[in-house]
């Protein structure tokens, strides 16, 4: 039976829509046909629901906004710098984790039991620690990157098939060739499964650390639109963000499909 969610051909030749593509594409519709409803409704607060063409000029004129650019590489440098910090301390945690059994057993109960914690909870710590300005929002993506990578890559750990472990340790290599030669290899889909999960909410955490305390950044843009109730610049914002983080979120699935296929 053909897969349903590609494209099929037609008589004429002409890629034919799926019908996973078509309930997508109606999804995305609807959703658009209700909120402009809403909008001409006026059941509302006067431009608390904007229409689309104001929201779409919103979007135009952030685009041509050269500083939103600035801001949104504030936000970039923030999110980048405690996704590589927590995803490398977090790697390291849970190749630890996975290789002792009595590390896991000792701590990595403390991991399940503060990964699901609000970060937020955490900000006014890192302020006092980092203070107010880039310091604070790294350490937000810091510790809210931390958590996924190390469980993800403990949980990796303990599916390495053993006969590679074994091979390993009969050539005698040292923790460091066994991390770099059998362990990392072994664990690509999990390490960036932990990164997908890691950068996701590392975002999150950066954002809600700029809307509670910054003068800079996209979460500052977003809040200071709603606290001046400019709506269509508030949800242009939030689209962009929403767009940046779907892109971001596709190319490291291209890589981790291309790098499955080249495992194949």
């Known amino acids: ?34 909120w402009e409803a809403t909008a001409a409704s006026g ?21 041509v906004d050269h500083e ?27 190749l630890a984790l996975g290789a002792s059994r009595f590390l896991s057993r000792a701590f990595e109960h403390y991991l399940y039991y503060l990964g699901p914690t609000p970060k937020i909870i955490f900000f006014p710590i890192m302020i006092m620690w980092f203070g107010v300005g880039l310091g604070s929002k790294i350490a937000m993506g810091t510790i809210s990157c931390f958590f996924p990578v190390a469980l993800s890559v ?28 059998i362990y990392l290899p072994a664990m690509r889909a999990p390490i960036i499964n932990g990164v997908r999960l890691g950068l996701g909410v590392a ?7 700029e809307t509670k305390l910054s003068n800079r950044g996209v979460g500052y843009l977003i809040i200071n639109s709603y606290s001046t109730f400019d709506m269509p610049r508030m949800y242009s914002l939030l689209i962009v963000v929403f767009v940046v983080a779907i892109g971001v979120n596709a190319i490291v699935s291209r890589f981790a499909e291309r790098d499955a296929a080249r495992r194949r």
């Open 1 to 34: 039976m053909a897969d349903t969610g590609r494209l099929t051909q037609t008589a004429t030749g002409l890629p034919a829509i799926s019908r996973v593509t078509q309930v997508r594409i109606a999804i995305i519709v609807a959703i658009l046909v209700i």
């Open 43 to 63: 059941l509302l607060f006067r431009d608390v629901v904007p229409s689309l063409l104001v929201i779409g000029r919103a979007v135009g004129h952030l685009l």
């Open 68 to 94: 939103f650019y600035w801001h949104l590489g504030v936000t970039a440098t923030e999110v980048g710098t405690g996704l590589v910090i927590g995803g490398l301390a977090g790697l390291a945690c849970g």
């Open 154 to 181: 403990a949980a990796g750990m303990r599916q390495i098939d053993g006969v590679l472990i074994r091979v390993g340790r009969s050539f005698r290599a040292n923790t460091w060739q066994m991390v770099t030669k």
């Open 203 to 209: 975002i999150i955490g950066t954002l809600l650390a």
